[in-house]
């Protein structure tokens, strides 16, 4: 049976590569959740060699990384080569411009245009896997966890955010009569912390934070969206140009959800980090000893 929010890839990285250029003026909430990951780096004791920008997009974040990890060598991977080049840019226009070069030049920053679900790393290859707002774009999600569990060094830390279910769920519900898929899926809280479990990493944290991004009207919820390149990229989706009605119809259904003159849009972000224990003796069966838990941590803001 054919899975109607599996993320067309292709489509996907294209939206992204076209948005690479407007990416940085509309990714307010983007940057928001950036600073709050690199405030958590601020209470891990770590001195990473190598770390792994996953979904790196304009390489905000990696130039923050390196400036935080002097030392460590930057690995700045994404889908959409236009990103990359991007990421080149910034880096370059903000002093780093000797150190972008290729991975396997031997400097300190590598630039890889690759699929997160599949990386295309050496095994305990890397100390600090780093993912904002990336994972959400993988149809499997327990194959990029085991692909991050499978780079990271034994003690190694992996720290990623990702949306959760209430994300855009104001235009969900606008959309819901169009028989047609209008918005990925997002992937609760919970089964993302089996998902960590069941790829190896000990004891995961989670926590969710929502934000209200608030608009004058649909169009403006779209711009935006199309701006950072978040297209909707589900095979469920409507194909081929739609009318002024099918337009008409979603403006009609947000309406309702208009509060002191602003329509809110819904962001739900899962915050996670986990570390990549010792690797255990194994027992007679084959499996490692020992229980990993999962702990939740709500945020009410």
């Given at each position: 049976?054919?899975?109607?929010?599996?993320?067309d890839?292709?489509?996907?990285?294209?939206?992204?590569?076209?948005?690479?250029?407007?990416?940085?003026?509309?990714?307010?909430?983007?940057?928001q959740?950036?600073?709050?990951m690199?405030?958590r780096l601020?209470l891990v004791?770590?001195?990473?060699?190598?770390?792994?920008d996953?979904?790196?997009?304009?390489?905000?974040?990696?130039?923050?990384?390196?400036?935080?990890?002097?030392?460590?060598?930057?690995?700045?991977?994404?889908?959409?080569?236009?990103?990359?080049?991007k990421t080149?840019k910034?880096?370059?226009?903000?002093g780093?411009?000797?150190?972008?070069?290729?991975?396997f030049?031997?400097e300190k920053?590598?630039?890889?245009?690759?699929?997160?679900?599949?990386?295309?790393?050496?095994?305990?290859s890397v100390?600090?896997?780093?993912?904002?707002?990336?994972?959400?774009?993988?149809?499997?999600?327990?194959?990029?966890?085991?692909?991050?569990?499978?780079?990271?060094?034994p003690?190694?830390?992996?720290?990623?955010s990702t949306?959760?279910?209430?994300?855009?769920k104001?235009?969900?519900?606008?959309?819901a009569q169009?028989?047609?898929?209008?918005i990925?899926?997002?992937?609760?809280?919970?089964?993302?912390?089996?998902?960590?479990?069941?790829?190896?990493?000990s004891?995961?944290?989670?926590?969710?934070e929502?934000?209200?991004?608030?608009?004058?009207?649909?169009k403006?919820v779209?711009r935006d969206?199309?701006?950072?390149g978040?297209?909707?990229a589900t095979?469920?989706?409507?194909?081929?140009?739609?009318?002024?009605?099918?337009?008409?119809?979603?403006?009609?259904?947000?309406?309702?959800f208009?509060?002191?003159?602003k329509?809110?849009a819904?962001?739900?972000?899962?915050?996670?980090?986990?570390w990549r224990?010792?690797?255990?003796?194994?027992?007679?069966s084959?499996?490692e000893?020992?229980?990993?838990?999962?702990?939740?941590?709500?945020?009410?803001?």
């Open positions: 049976m054919n899975d109607i929010y599996h993320i890839k292709a489509r996907a990285r294209a939206s992204f590569g076209r948005a690479a250029d407007s990416y940085d003026a509309a990714a307010i909430l983007q940057k959740v950036r600073d709050e690199l405030g601020d004791k770590l001195e990473p060699q190598v770390v792994l996953a979904g790196c997009g304009t390489g905000m974040a990696s130039l923050a990384l390196q400036k935080k990890y002097p030392k460590a060598q930057v690995v700045s991977l994404d889908f959409a080569l236009p990103m990359l080049q080149r910034v880096c370059a226009s903000m780093f411009v000797n150190q972008v070069k290729n991975l030049s031997g920053q590598g630039l890889i245009c690759a699929d997160i679900e599949a990386l295309p790393l050496a095994t305990a100390n600090l896997v780093w993912s904002n707002l990336a994972i959400q774009w993988c149809n499997d999600l327990d194959a990029a966890l085991q692909e991050f569990h499978r780079v990271l060094q003690e190694g830390l992996l720290m990623f949306f959760g279910p209430d994300t855009l104001e235009l969900r519900v606008a959309t169009q028989n047609t898929t209008s990925s899926r997002f992937i609760d809280m919970h089964d993302i912390g089996d998902a960590l479990v069941r790829a190896g990493f004891a995961p944290v989670l926590d969710v929502r934000f209200t991004l608030t608009y004058d009207d649909v403006r779209m969206l199309k701006s950072i978040a297209h909707n095979d469920g989706r409507a194909r081929g140009l739609q009318g002024r009605g099918f337009l008409q119809k979603i403006e009609e259904n947000y309406e309702r208009r509060r002191d003159g329509l809110p819904t962001f739900e972000v899962v915050y996670g980090h986990a224990g010792k690797d255990k003796p194994k027992n007679n084959g499996l000893d020992g229980v990993s838990t999962v702990t939740f941590k709500p945020r009410n803001r």
